[in-house]
């Protein structure tokens, strides 16, 4: 069972290749390949986290997001923003979030505070 930390791009492929291979007949869990398996994918995630790690999203595109899982109209953002204005302030980024609505928003919504305490994208370009 040869199996070792994914240190290079080649361990990496090599892993990723004999992971696929499983993807159509996925091993019985428990077994010796079914193991082996579920090492593959803990080795693989953990380089791609290292390697390719994934960014938070923007506030107001984890705001869109979120409204539009959930079928949400700016209407129902009121609770969380204030009026329609400020809302719409908000979604257009003509104005930042405070501290306030970032805690009704990650109440309400659920969505990750540290998604919603970042700066926009746009605000970051500047």
Do not use: C
Not at 4 to 15: G, I, M, V
Not at 46 to 61: I, N, Q, R, T
Not at 75 to 104: F, H, Q, S
């Amino acid at each position: 069972m040869d199996l070792h930390p994914l240190r290079t791009e080649d361990d990496y492929r090599a892993a990723m290749r004999e992971i696929s291979s499983h993807f159509d007949n996925e091993p019985e869990p428990g077994s010796p390949e079914g193991d082996r398996f579920e090492i593959l994918l803990t080795l693989a995630q953990a380089y791609e986290a290292k390697h390719f790690p994934v960014d938070l999203p923007d506030p107001v595109e984890a705001i869109k997001f979120r409204m539009e899982q959930g079928g949400l109209t700016p209407k129902d953002l009121e609770p969380m923003i204030g009026r329609m204005n400020r809302v719409y302030e908000i979604l257009n980024r003509k104005r930042p979030l405070t501290l306030a609505m970032i805690r009704k928003l990650h109440e309400g919504l659920g969505i990750p505070a540290e998604s919603l305490i970042r700066p926009t994208a746009e605000s970051r370009t500047r």
